[in-house]
């Protein structure tokens, strides 16, 4: 780069960088949140415009890992293979480097063929991570851009992955790496390190190896609850092979159900039945329908009458105003029925969409496991399994067509024959006009046959699609949505959990029944405004402790209880329940909308607070520096703001909340230092009061702690004081 900006619209965020780097270099970038790390990645990519200066690449080929993992549904193999043809070597070399060999093993016989949710909903965030650069390692690339891959994982994995991903004896070693990352003790085997400020280059070192550096940050101690057969560096092999042949028959993502044969009645009047006029509406339109078919009927029996009544009587105008009178009500009865009948079909319409939408909102989390989104989006906007299903028999239906179509006309030929030679045999019994209505209304069934039989065709497709929206309108709620497991909420007072003081007792929770646990017998009490730190491998169960506390998963895998302030939480509302704690996710969650609905949503502060709560996280500048301020623009999940300041946003929606329990899952993974250090200064103080549990992967958010958690499998492995407890062994029996 000589010289070069870069900017994503008008406002430049990279400023006249001047770097060079080496091929089979390792480069370090760091810098505070905001700083425009993975701005600068982007623009390497060709992501974002150059509109100063030059800019040079020397590669071939390019391989990334974002910050924030990219997972889709299918298998772990296809999500690290992305197309590309298997190289069994190669591919097992990348997942034992990216320590995925312990997590695959875990899986039992499935192994990498495990089917993943959408989002990877089904896994932990260091998993998916890991998934992530392993897919970026399998590519042989000339240039790796690693954007902060380590920050999802605990210590001993980070470094681990470090020394067999992206260190100088590594699995990329002579390769040419770019690695963003806050853990800058990493760093010192880095051959180029750059400091981003504001979109400046501050420095560019061009770093020695420093063989006497410890590479222990004081603030990285290791956390994790690995036993020594997770440490590849030891040695040890797993068993976990390359399978090729099995399948996974358990898989979360389910096939979408499929029926053949009609349309169920059930759904026709579903449609017809909708509110506000129901069975009414439907006998209504019934009665339109068939007054319009009597009255068009009238109107050719009276013309046949009037034309088989003698030359003196046909002159009287009697029959010309009744003939007359039967037209026009025919008419207006056929705008009232078609108007009526566009009324009906749009109220079902209206009311299948919100059946559907109510469904969707109100259903289970393991709904969504099990359905990707694409699948949802389809039948809540255009139902495109109806295209779909369609074209792969398109050439069929014009055959089928001509098919039915003779036959119809052979139908109808043969009923207008008999009814000809009907009429020349009856002719001394039959009324010349009445023979010759019939004739003609024999006539008219040609067409009349075909038309008919084409329409309930379409319905019948095109009710496929109001029958799918209809299966969604059908979705279980979630439970106890109105009642508990009991059959009896309890309705706790408006200041609860007034102590925070949560219980497990025999608690255990597998995210479906068919599926092994991953929370076994948990026994354990917090006790109130008790500061708790959670620790463990990636996958041990830290997050879905959080899970199981919101009631994000299904009752029925549920053995044991949960109290809090003495309160079993399945016999109180979801609503209640979900309301009264506050979270900082590990992934932050932000919607398409202000800064100020992100962080107060249901308008229950004033712009004064929300800017003292934005002020505290340091991101007032943000603020004053937009025209908007306050009510500046958030776009859908937050991508106009960087992984930092998006969890900073988190954290000061819950300052705003005020909760007694404050769940923290990883907040600070993907931001430097000083600002983990800030945050943590603000958890102190704005929730001193507050009982706590933290998830965390860096010693100093849990060193404070009043005692540690430390999972291993799902299990209670240690529980008490830090003093107690050896955080940089192996072994958790020490």
Not at 105 to 121: A, R
Not at 218 to 247: C, K, R, Y
Not at 539 to 560: D, E, M, P, T, Y
Not at 655 to 680: F, G, P, W, Y
Request: aromatic share 8%; hydrophobic share 40%.
């Amino acid at each position: 780069m000589e010289d070069a900006s870069f900017s994503w619209k008008d406002t430049p965020c990279l400023f006249s960088l001047n770097l060079k780097i080496r091929s089979g270099n390792l480069v370090g970038v760091k810098g505070a949140i905001g700083a425009g790390k993975s701005t600068l990645l982007a623009a390497i990519l060709g992501e974002i415009n150059l509109i100063s200066g030059k800019l040079r690449l020397y590669v071939n080929s390019i391989s990334y890992a974002p910050q924030s993992a990219w997972i889709f549904a299918d298998t772990i193999r296809a999500n690290i293979l992305l197309g590309k043809p298997m190289d069994e070597e190669r591919y097992q070399n990348v997942i034992k480097a990216c320590c995925l060999d312990v997590d695959l093993q875990d899986f039992g016989e499935v192994g990498d063929l495990l089917m993943i949710g959408d989002k990877g909903i089904n896994l932990s965030g260091g998993q998916k991570a890991r998934i992530s650069l392993a897919r970026a390692l399998y590519v042989d690339a000339d240039l790796y851009l690693l954007d902060d891959p380590l920050a999802a994982v605990d210590s001993k994995v980070a470094k681990n992955i470090f020394d067999q991903c992206i260190g100088s004896r590594s699995l990329l070693c002579g390769k040419t790496r770019i690695l963003v990352t806050h853990q800058t003790h990493f760093l010192v085997e880095a051959d180029q390190m750059i400091l981003l400020t504001n979109g400046h280059i501050n420095e560019l070192h061009i770093e020695q190896p420093v063989e006497n550096k410890s590479s222990n940050d004081t603030s990285q101690t290791d956390l994790s609850n690995d036993t020594s057969e997770t440490d590849s560096s030891n040695g040890n092999e797993t068993d976990w092979t390359l399978n090729t042949a099995l399948t996974d028959m358990n898989s979360i993502v389910k096939r979408e159900t499929s029926s053949d044969g009609a349309i169920k009645w059930s759904v026709w009047l579903q449609l017809f039945t909708s509110p506000p006029l129901r069975w009414f509406g439907f006998f209504l339109m019934i009665i339109l329908m068939l007054s319009n078919e009597a009255l068009y009927d009238f109107t050719n029996s009276w013309l046949s009458l009037w034309s088989s009544k003698d030359e003196r009587e046909q002159r009287s105008s009697f029959y010309a105003y009744v003939y007359l009178g039967v037209i026009l009500a025919t008419l207006i009865v056929a705008l009232i029925r078609t108007g009526y009948i566009f009324y009906i079909m749009l109220r079902g319409s209206t009311h299948f969409h919100n059946r559907m939408l109510k469904g969707i909102l109100y259903t289970s989390l393991r709904f969504f496991e099990s359905n990707p989104s694409g699948r949802i989006l389809n039948r809540a906007s255009k139902d495109q399994q109806a295209i779909d299903t369609n074209s792969r028999a398109y050439f069929i239906l014009f055959a089928t067509t001509r098919w039915f179509g003779l036959r119809l006309d052979m139908i109808t030929s043969l009923l207008t024959l008999a009814t000809a030679i009907l009429a020349v045999a009856l002719r001394h019994q039959l009324d010349p006009s009445a023979a010759a209505l019939s004739i003609s209304y024999c006539i008219t069934l040609t067409a009349l046959f075909q038309w008919a039989m084409r329409q309930s065709a379409e319905a019948e497709n095109f009710m496929t699609s109001a029958e799918r929206i209809h299966e969604y309108g059908q979705l279980v709620p979630e439970r106890d949505q109105n009642s508990s497991k009991n059959g009896v909420l309890i309705q706790p007072t408006d200041d609860w959990p007034s102590h925070g003081i949560i219980e497990f007792k025999d608690y255990t929770f597998r995210y479906r029944p068919e599926l092994d646990p991953v929370l076994k017998n948990l026994n354990l009490r917090v006790e109130s405004k008790e500061k708790i730190g959670v620790i463990g491998r990636t996958g041990a169960g830290k997050s879905s402790l959080l899970q199981a506390l919101f009631r994000l998963v299904n009752q029925s895998a549920i053995n044991g209880t949960i109290l809090i302030d003495d309160i079993d939480i399945g016999c109180l509302s979801l609503d209640h329940l979900r309301s009264h704690l506050s979270v900082i996710p590990q992934v932050p969650i932000l919607f398409c909308g202000t800064l100020r609905y992100n962080i107060d949503p249901f308008k229950q502060f004033s712009d004064e607070e929300c800017l003292i709560a934005l002020e505290t996280v340091q991101l007032s500048k943000l603020v004053r520096n937009h025209p908007d301020g306050l009510h500046m623009l958030v776009t859908e999940l937050g991508t106009n703001l960087s992984a930092g300041e998006r969890q900073l946003v988190c954290v000061a929606r819950a300052i705003l909340k005020k909760s007694r329990i404050l769940l923290i899952d990883e907040a600070t993974a993907n931001v430097d230092h000083t600002t983990d250090r800030m945050i943590q200064d603000v958890i102190a103080d704005k929730f001193r009061d507050c009982t706590i549990l933290t998830i965390a992967h860096r010693l100093n958010t849990v060193v404070n702690s009043n005692r540690i958690l430390m999972l291993q499998r799902g299990e209670v492995a240690y529980f008490g004081v830090p003093n107690n407890i050896d955080l940089s062994q192996d072994d958790t029996q020490n």
